[in-house]
């Protein structure tokens, strides 16, 4: 079903030059492959596809958290912890780049395989999980029913995708046109005095760029020894400058390394779609509440060298903070899904693992 952004009946807004359908245009149909995504659905939630089969996808992406995690920064492989915010699988299909630093900007295939088999993440092997794969039979049958043969990388690295493809977005009183009073208020004030809008804009309210917004820095990655360890490998791993004196996460300095600095900090824009579902916010899970997030907004940000010039006091007053908020909830459908995602085959069972350090299989 097309979610198209369409205003609350009666509402004839225009935002400066910008049209309604240029500011925030649609999200488009995606045709989905049943058997391959119910391939990839499986594979997900199935903690094989990690080297000591502690981890699944789902792990880290949980359903009843907008396919986001609960925790300000997310877990890692065994003996280590991860250092940013697990972001949201939820329309993740139409991004044109991914990982809050924008490190990989061509396809979820290669998402895929970046996940599965990086060390701190899930430390997978693929040879490995090829032949892991072909050892059971179910999978063995929904390989071949999904057109890729025998189990493979290959197969794995386009099933997860194709799954992924099935988590788009519901229909939100946005969508549908059935703004609150309070809400229309927070839409003036979002594409008006409060100018999210000059970042958050398009189908996925998000431009799709990188940012220094003034979001302080998350001091437990540096004060964990092993959010601290995992942090240190992978800016060596991504070549950046004295990595082991780093004080502050580089962001997209990651892909442009300017000598001078002046990218230190910068992370994309996240989508707003779902929202609700997904707290803790910011790319290093320091809010905990949409509240805190339009606060934060509303003082300017943190003071940073490098904060974009448009990150400025926006001096709204309290009643405008929570029609903002109100905006906000409004771009959250009811969540995608309501069935449990526990289920036993062939002598495994398949869950979304709530504590990977101690739950069991």
């Not at 989905?32 to 391939?39: Q, R, Y």
């Not at 792990?59 to 958290?65: G, K």
């Amino acid at each position: 079903m097309k979610n198209m952004l369409v205003l609350a009946a009666g509402m004839a807004v225009s935002f400066g030059v910008w049209s309604k359908t240029e500011l925030f245009g649609q999200l488009q149909d995606i045709k989905v492959d049943n058997a391959k995504a119910e391939l990839g659905k499986r594979l997900f939630f199935d903690s094989r596809l990690s080297g000591n089969s502690t981890l699944s996808c789902a792990s880290c992406h949980q359903p009843e958290y907008g396919y986001a995690n609960p925790e300000a920064m997310g877990p890692a492989y065994t003996g280590s912890k991860g250092f940013r915010n697990v972001p949201t699988l939820i329309n993740t299909v139409y991004k044109k780049v991914w990982f809050h630093d924008g490190r990989i900007g061509t396809n979820l295939n290669d998402v895929t395989r970046e996940n599965i088999t990086e060390d701190w993440l899930m430390n997978m092997d693929m040879r490995l999980m090829q032949e892991r794969l072909k050892q059971d039979p179910v999978y063995v049958e929904m390989f071949k029913a999904a057109g890729y043969g025998e189990p493979s990388n290959g197969g794995v690295r386009n099933a997860i995708p194709e799954y992924l493809k099935t988590l788009t977005s519901s229909s939100s009183p946005f969508d549908k046109g059935e703004l609150s009073q309070q809400g229309k208020k927070g839409l003036a004030l979002f594409t008006g005095k409060a100018g999210c809008s000059e970042c958050h804009h398009g189908p996925l309210l998000s431009d799709g760029l990188s940012h220094n917004t003034g979001v302080p820095e998350n001091v437990d990655i540096f004060l964990d020894p092993l959010r601290h360890q995992t942090f240190i490998a992978f800016n060596m791993f991504m070549g950046n400058e004295n990595y082991m004196g780093l004080k502050r996460d580089v962001g997209a300095h990651v892909q442009t390394h300017k000598a001078d600095g002046s990218d230190l900090g910068k992370f994309f824009t996240p989508t707003l779609r779902e929202l609700k579902y997904t707290a803790p916010y910011m790319h290093n899970g320091l809010m905990q509440t949409l509240e805190e997030v339009v606060e934060f907004y509303n003082q300017g940000g943190w003071p940073d060298s490098n904060k974009d010039e448009r990150i400025r006091p926006l001096n709204l007053n309290t009643q405008e903070q929570a029609e903002l908020v109100a905006f906000l909830n409004s771009l959250s459908g009811e969540p995608l899904t309501t069935e449990k995602h526990v289920w036993t085959e062939g002598g495994y069972t398949y869950q979304l693992i709530k504590d990977w350090r101690t739950s069991k299989n």
